[in-house]
Every structure is written in structure tokens, then in C-alpha cells.
């Protein structure tokens, strides 16, 4: 999409601003006045290649890819060299995956008008950033080089060689031309500052013994990336005996006490062959830290020293445990010592003596999490968790809201352990009282809160999901890590205007951020961050190619047309059938962040697969999934055979719920309809059919309050209103006959089953009070007529 | 077990575990962006080696600063300002915020920042962060009335401990005369409009 403003006045005079009004047109798919706009410009100058590239782009915009395509293969012939041309020509060449044909139109400008052509390449340059291109950006950038001349423009062309060099890594060949082009181009340079010594540092990556003598004989202070750097090449040349003397100097000479150098210090050691003795004198005299208590531990390991390492473990422990960070210290070295254990042992017999401090509670936290890691675990262990979030209840009257409470990490493995053994509806909302029980006292515990947001989604209770997302203020990056909590399949869970708006707000905070990366990769290179810029580029395509925001897209889109909201519809049917190419083409990304709900907590990542499972039908690939919906919709919207082809090459591909495969089988069908058939395929068409869309053939859930009923019943709606636009006479009754059975079958069930709401839900523990238990069955009740399909039209 | 790494971009993927957290605030994508590449040196995080037993992760982001340098030498005000330093609930009270104070003092405290102070805002009712950041060097310059509120004030007077906040300071070797700090700061009163650089 060409990025220009919108402009509201109908006439202009000023023809650039003309020029504006015809890409703007294309771009909000007025085809027809972009048609006009450009055969009156072509008309008054026949001879302005730019004419020419935007009747392409409008071809292109149009869908006519490949007529759009040979006529801009024609253009490119004639080498045009006005900006505003090679610019939509790279877009259209580059959003059509002609990459060699992008880099042509500045390449032959290049070739024709050498001493013409600093506008274009630094058109090319800019553009090779925003499309993340790095062969595109590594040519410009060499070409920018010579035209300036200036050492900043050499650094750009060697930085972008190793970026280049980065990419083809697998073919050692290329890889070791473009490290030593990079370097070639500023040999003669004397890096004059560390940024600069950086980039000698990437481009010597195929030759680590060179960039030792440019680190050494750098003047300056070096920076911690270079540091780094310096400490990662010799260890990788095993230059031990430099390697010891640098660490030991950051170390002890510059107090730089970091954990890594600790680790290099006393590799490199051991490799000398320095005695054990010698090495733990030095971290003893060091000041005392974590990090120097840890070096020990880390002494011992690495020397194979067994006493010596439960003796640092134990001291270990003693010193620490009774601070947060214990356990996860501990944990990453796998101690499981038979003193260790004894000692949490004796302290757990004690639990009722002890004085109520967060010092104690967090001893008890960590020796249950030991435990845990240990493998220790009876029911006597959840049984102990509950005794001491008792116990040490009395602290959280005194504690500031923003004080972290460690004793809610016990309560969630307990419901952790509790849905892992019974998935029951019953079960959950139990276990929803007990998350909203450690909220009603810590109101600001996110991940307890995370922890109520995952289990509402289990039963559908999408709105109360949403309520715990707005309180945590889920902000900004986070809605790309995030986002999916409310999310995924909201358009079918809860298509509800709050929810649209709410939704549309994070599609906005994309929109901001992918139009600021451009700018600010740009910025990187020109502020010659370059110790920066890589991850720049590698962010801006893993952000660009968010799952996430194509799901947002989809979703938001959806949620416009089941509400028939007028506001935005028309935005998101635009945006909707502007991402079908990245759809159809590209590798989306997946920034979900489900880790979150897991970490600290120290369960292994075979129990979560595990866990997880036990919630999930059928395990699916949510992009082909994504994808799938995708064309389903476009199907809907804009039947083509490409668009067919697409969604039925993927249907078998896709794990799908038993619901949905028949949903998507019976969307096959009334697509293929679209479509020319012969008598026979019209008639299998037609019987599949008349058999499948009855209810009696619909795989409903018979939960009458669930998420999957939600779901079913959306869809159910969605795909009648898509018959009811059937040209097929016998579709749109067959459709009509479907909605009036959904109505007497389901929709007045879920309404008695609303009515009629009793659950039994047992014993808690914790002391929860019978008042505060029917208090949260009250509110349960009212969140589950918010979430309920019967309430939401 | 902490390491200091340069902060990246894509770190921003990996801080949910901090950022969730009440007390840290979530900054525009364009923020973060313009301390990477302005002052690329103060942007870095810890890192501590995790359990990896979960996901297989080999380490985990537990605390970052982000700083930069501003003012003019000229008029005595070039120095490094902390814009945000914040640690995962799992590793406070071990010492690594005053870790990361001295990390970032140690780099702007010779070339090529050379810095003539370093200075951050705190609220007067923080106390806690008060004492920390007192037990580093770091003294009361000013009080600024109305820091932390929504409307910009107009009275020096007008003192509401909810909003004021405390300009400390901790001036650096490159101050050779302390001229950056003063004593009895507590009791010299500005407006936010003041304390800009």
C-alpha cells in the first residue's frame, strides 16, 4: 500500500495533489474514479511514465496481477527514471515476490544515469528497508558509498554486507564473499568509535583472529556489546590464557560482577589448568554477591568437585533462601542433595512455629518449589500449599498492593493440579472461585490474574476475560504477545460491540507501529546504531508478519459484518482483501505468549503439552487455521477460483473440531457452487447438501452454557445468513429451515439452562466462606448471560 | 545469577513477566525505539540463567534500565538522566536495582559520555526507592511540585505529596567541584516545566 494522506476536498489544482488523489483512490478501492483520474492525467501527458506505472498499480490493486505485472515488465524496458515511477514499480515488483525485477528498476537507472541517480538510490536504500529486502539493501547501500563517499556510507554498505553475509550463512561461499566485502570497503578506515568498531567486529566474522587485534587495538573504552564480542571470540578460538586475564580484569580490576564473565573466568581456568583452590581464594576475596555465591557453585561443577558443590549448594540455600530469586537459582542447577532435602524437610515440620515475615513465607514458597522440581509431590504437598497461604495470610493486610505476595504461586499449582485431574465445567469454575478468592486479596497478582483470564476462555466467558485483560492494562507491545487472550475466535465467542471496539483499538496500535518501524530502522542506520539495527530489521519483519494482527484483521472484520457495523466495516473489508497476499503467501510469525502462565512456577514442559491438551479438542496449527478462516471469508465475500482452490487445497490440512469440519465441509460445498458443474458434480453437490445441513447432522455440544456453544451457534448464524444470499432456491430453504431449528432447539435450551442454573461445586479449601462462594456464583450466573449466544443479538 | 546484556528490540517480546507488573510502566513501541538508537549503551537489561526445565529457555530477562544523556555542558547540565529501571518480581530485594545503577555509572561516568551527573525522578512518598537510591550516592536536588500529576501546575507552593515528586542526583568525577548537587535540596521547590533539559 502507497502511504499518502487522505484528502476530503472533491478538486484540486495543484496536479501533485491530484497525483495523491488517484493513489488514494486506488488505495480505498474507488476503482473507477482512479480509472478517470488517470486517463485525463495520461491523456495531458502522454509521455510521464508515472501515468503508465499507476494505471499498472491500479491494475495491480485490482487483482489483476499479471496483466499488472507484463505491463510494468514492459516499462521497466524503458528504464524510467522519474522517482515517482521506480517507486511503484519496486512496490508492485516487490509485493509480487519479483524480487530480481525490483531491484532492476533502480539497477538500469543506475547503469544509464550514473551520475544522476543519488534520488533513486536512496529511494532504493529506504525502500530495500521498509520491504526488509537485504540483498536489495546491501546493493543500495554500496552504491550510496560511492556516490558520497563519506566513512558513514562505507560503514552502512559493509554493515549491510554482513547482513547479507548473515543471511546466506548456510552457503559458506557467499557467506565468506560478503563478510570480506564488507570488510574490504572500510579497511582503510580506523574505527572511531565503538559502533564503528562493531561493524569491523561483524564483518571479520569469518575471520575471529583479526577482529581480536582490532578490539585490542582499539583506544577507547569498549562497550558492552564489543564485550561481549571480544569475550565470545576468544572463548570461540579457545585463546584461554587471554580470555582468563580479560575476564579476571572486568572482574576483579573493573567490578564487573556478571555472571557470564564469572562462567568465562573459570572455563578458562580449569582449561589452563589453574588449581581449584586457586581460583575459589579469588571468588572468596571478591565481594560477597549472588552472583559471587553462585560463582562457587559454578566452581564446583565445572571441576567436578561433588563436596565442594553440595557444600556452595547448601551454603547456597542457607544464604538465600529466603528470597524470591532462590528457587530459580537453584533450580538451573539441578541440585537435588539428600542435605537439601533433609533441611526443607525440617523446616516444613515447623511451618505453624514460625513468625508470620515475608522472609518466612518465602522459605516455605521455595522449599515447595524445590520440591516440586525434585519430583516430591503427594497429595500431602497441595495439601501443604493450602496450609501456608493460610498461615501467612495475616501479611497481606499489611502489604502494599504492589508488593509481590509469593504465596499465590502455591495456590495456582494447586489449581494447576486440580484441572490437570479433573477438566470437568464444574471443576473449572471451582477452581475460578479459588483464583477470584487470592484476587479478592491481591488484586494485582498478574499472573493469578492471567491465570482467571486462560480458565474464563475455557467455558466462555469471554466478557469476564476481557475485564481481567483491561485491569492488567495490557498495553501496546503487549497486545502482540497477548492479544490472543481475547482474541482468538472472539468474532464467534463474542461478537459484541464493546468487544469490536475493544479490538479495533488494538488493530489501531499496529497500524502506529508498523508505520513508525520503517521510519525508525531508517533512523538506526542514519544515527549509525549498529549494534542496534540488525535486531531492527529481524524485529520489523517478525512484527510485520504477526500472526497476531492478521488474526486481529480477520476477527475485527468479522465482528463488522455479524454486527453490521457501519463505523468500520468498510475499513476492514478493504484491509481485509488488502492482507490476502501475505495471507496466501507469506510465513506468519507467532509472538503469542503462552509461556507467561508457566514461568517461575517450574513445571516441565512435557506436564504443560500435557495440560494443554487436556482443554484442546484436537491440536491444530493456528496458522493454517488462520488461513483456512481466511478464505472461508473471502469465499463469502468475493468468490474466485483462486480464493477455492486456496481453501480447498487447505480444508484436509487442518485439524478441525468435529463442528467445524462439518462446517467447513458444508462451506466447500455451497462454494463449489460458485463454481461451473457439470450436471453430476452439481448433484453430489446438491445431495451433500440436502444430507449435511439438518440439525440432526450438526455435531452441536449438548453444554448448553460453553464456549463451544457460543461458537457453534455464531457460526451456525453466520453460514444461515450466507444462505439466505443463495442464488440456489433450495439452499436458501434448506438455510431457513436450519435457522428455525437452531431456534427451537438451542437457542430456547441455553435460555433454560440460564434459568435453571444450579452447580454444585463442593468443598473449598482456604477458608473460603459460603457467602463469598455464593457471591461468585451469583456473579458466574451474570457473566454467563453477558457470554450467552441467546443475550448477545 | 545475572548477566548484563545490550537491551534489543525484540526483547520486548520477552519482558511481559516485568511489564505486567503494576509498578512498570509500558512505554510506545517509539520509545523504547529512540533510546535504542540515540544512547544504544544505556539501554540494557540483566539476564539470569533460568530453569530451563519449562519451554527450554536458557535465560531470562530480569530487569532493564533505560537512560540517556542530555543538557549542555556549557551551563552545567549535561548528564545522564534514568528515564525507567524496573526488576521482575522474582528478583527484587537482591540488590540488582542498585546493580543496574552502578552498571550504568560506571559506563557514563568516563568516555565518551563523561557525564557531570547522573539524576532521576522519584516519588517524595517512595520511600523505599528513596533510601535505595540514597545508599547509592544519590541526593535530593529539588523538589518537583505536580511531577506525577495530570495537570501541569503553576504553584511552587502548592506541595501534594501524591504528585511531587523528588529531581535526586548524583554528580559524577567529570563534576570536579560537585557544582550539580546541593544540600537541602528537599526544600528547593520548581514546577515539572522547570526540569526540562
Known sequence: MVSCSHFSVVEFTDPQMQDHQIIDAIDSKQFLRASSLIKVKSAKFPNQSYYVALANYLLYRQGNVKQALDECAKLLTKTPNDPRTTDLLYIIFMESDKIKESNEVYENVIKKFPNNCQEHVTQWFQNSVKYGNIKALQKSCFHLSKIHGEPKYKMWAAFSSYLLANELRNDEKQYNLFCTLGFRIIEGITPSSTQELFVFVKVLDNNKPKIIEYIESYPGVLDLDVKIEYLSVLHSLKQNQKLFDFTARLLFDQEFNDFDTWKLYIESGFELGKPFEQLEDSIKAYKWSRNSQLALLELSKVYHNLEKFNHYNLAYYDKFNTKTCCFSDLASYNVNNESLVNGIKEVNNNLEDQEITTSNLNLFVNNQKLLHHFGMVSESFYDFNWRIYKQFLPLLKEKLDTDFYLANELIVMNVIHSLDTDQSFENVLKNVIVLNYLVSNDPLDYKVNLWLIKLFRLVGLIPEALRIYELLKVRMMQHDSLGHLILEDVSTLYPNKSMLNYSVNIYRFYLTCQEDLNENSLKAFDNGAYNKLENFLSFSKRFKFSFQYFECVLETFKMTKILGDKNYENHFFNKFFEIEETIQTAELTDNRDNKIFWKSLGFKSEFVDQFESKFTAVKQDKQALLKLKYFKESLILQPSEIRFKAFNKLLPNVQLTKFDSWLMKVYLNLFKLNNTLNKSEFESTMNFLIKNLKITKIPITTEFLSRELNHQMSSLFQLVRYTSNSKNKQVVNLGAALSRQIDTSYKQKQMDALSSWKIQLGDFELDITKEFVDDQVDKLHDAFIKASYVHLR | ?197
Open chain 2, 1 to 197: 545469577m545475572t548477566s548484563y546484556k545490550p537491551f534489543q528490540l525484540e526483547d520486548l517480546y520477552d519482558i511481559n513477566s516485568i511489564n505486567l507488573d503494576p509498578l512498570t510502566e509500558n512505554y510506545p513501541l517509539d520509545f523504547y525505539s529512540e533510546y535504542l538508537i540515540k544512547w544504544p549503551s544505556l539501554f540494557f537489561k540483566s539476564v539470569e540463567i533460568s530453569d530451563n526445565s519449562t519451554f527450554g529457555d536458557t535465560s531470562e530477562i530480569s530487569g532493564y534500565m533505560i537512560a540517556k544523556n542530555e543538557g549542555k555542558l556549557s551551563k552545567l547540565e549535561w548528564h545522564t538522566h534514568i528515564s525507567a529501571v524496573t526488576i521482575h518480581n522474582q528478583y527484587r530485594r537482591v540488590g540488582l536495582a542498585s546493580d543496574l545503577c552502578i552498571f550504568l555509572e560506571n559506563i557514563v561516568n568516563k568516555d565518551p559520555d563523561n557525564t557531570l551527573f547522573i539524576d532521576l525522578f522519584v516519588r517524595v512518598t517512595n520511600t523505599l526507592a528513596l533510601q535505595l537510591y540514597e545508599k547509592l550516592g544519590y541526593s535530593i536536588y529539588r523538589r518537583v511540585v505536580g511531577y506525577y500529576g495530570r495537570n501541569l501546575p503553576q504553584d511552587t507552593k502548592h506541595l501534594d505529596d501524591e504528585i511531587d515528586g523528588y529531581d535526586m542526583r548524583k554528580s559524577l568525577p567529570a563534576d570536579v567541584n560537585d557544582e550539580t548537587i546541593r544540600l537541602n535540596g528537599h526544600k528547593v521547590c520548581v514546577l515539572p516545566q522547570d526540569v526540562v533539559f
